[in-house]
T-cell receptor
Framework: GQQVMQIPQYQHVQEGEDFTTYCNSSTTLSNIQWYKQRPGGHPVFLIQLVKSGEVKKQKRLTFQFGEAKKNSSLHITATQTTDVGTYFCALFGNEKLTFGTGTRLTIIP | DTAVSQTPKYLVTQMGNDKSIKCEQNLGHDTMYWYKQDSKKFLKIMFSYNNKELIINETVPNRFSPKSPDKAHLNLHINSLELGDSAVYFC????????????FGPGTRLTVL
């Protein structure tokens, strides 16, 4: 099946620092979604990327889809305590979403 | 108004018991899903249904039996519970097709003793 690696597995940052998580696939993707799960919560959809090289922004969050459509990244500028949680990429293929391993972000105030 | 709801929120039971988790969505979606999230936070699809029809059965043991009485409900029944079944189970829904944004329920934390 699809292999979906996310790095890093954990990231601890000082409040105000930037944060990036990377998602890598062994296959070419038709689209990729990103979700955020707060501690004790459920995954919440953030965005979907479809086009090669696509870049989308949501306030301090920047999402990028690789040119070869095999990888993606999520970058958060100037992290805040509300950014705490686990960020998952999710790849569509074979009629289902395959979730990445997730990156758990903790913020040091 | 809760979009995707699950009951119960917590479930603690003994090995060998049978239990059910219920899920309902009021979003008018055609597709519903069950996911399992283990203690390492890995989130894995178990089943998907579209308009009450099974689409995905992701090599889940047949002790797990989903049932969709109508397109707004997808329940999960588990027979002969095992220790390894302990996890958080999430129900989700989307418009037709898993490539669409998925809306997750609050989860059911199952603990098997």
């Amino acid at each position: 099946g699809q292999q979906v690696m996310q790095i890093p597995q954990y990231q601890h940052v000082q409040e105000g620092e930037d944060f990036t998580t990377y998602c890598n696939s062994s296959t070419t993707l038709s689209n990729i979604q990103w979700y955020k799960q707060r501690p004790g919560g459920h995954p919440v959809f953030l965005i979907q990327l479809v086009k090669s090289g696509e870049v989308k922004k949501q306030k301090r969050l920047t999402f990028q889809f690789g040119e070869a459509k095999k990888n993606s990244s999520l970058h958060i500028t100037a992290t805040q305590t509300t950014d705490v949680g686990t960020y998952f990429c999710a790849l569509f293929g074979n009629e289902k979403l395959t979730f990445g391993t997730g990156t758990r972000l903790t913020i040091i105030p | 108004d809760t979009a995707v709801s699950q009951t119960p929120k917590y479930l603690v039971t003994q090995m060998g018991n049978d239990k059910s988790i219920k899920c309902e969505q009021n979003l008018g979606h055609d597709t519903m899903y069950w996911y399992k999230q283990d203690s390492k936070k890995f989130l894995k699809i178990m089943f998907s249904y579209n308009n009450k029809e099974l689409i995905i059965n992701e090599t889940v043991p047949n002790r797990f039996s989903p049932k969709s009485p109508d397109k707004a409900h997808l329940n999960l029944h588990i027979n002969s519970l095992e220790l390894g079944d302990s996890a958080v189970y999430f129900c989700a829904s989307s418009r037709t097709g898993a490539w669409n944004e998925q809306f997750f329920g609050p989860g059911t934390r199952l603990t098997v003793l």
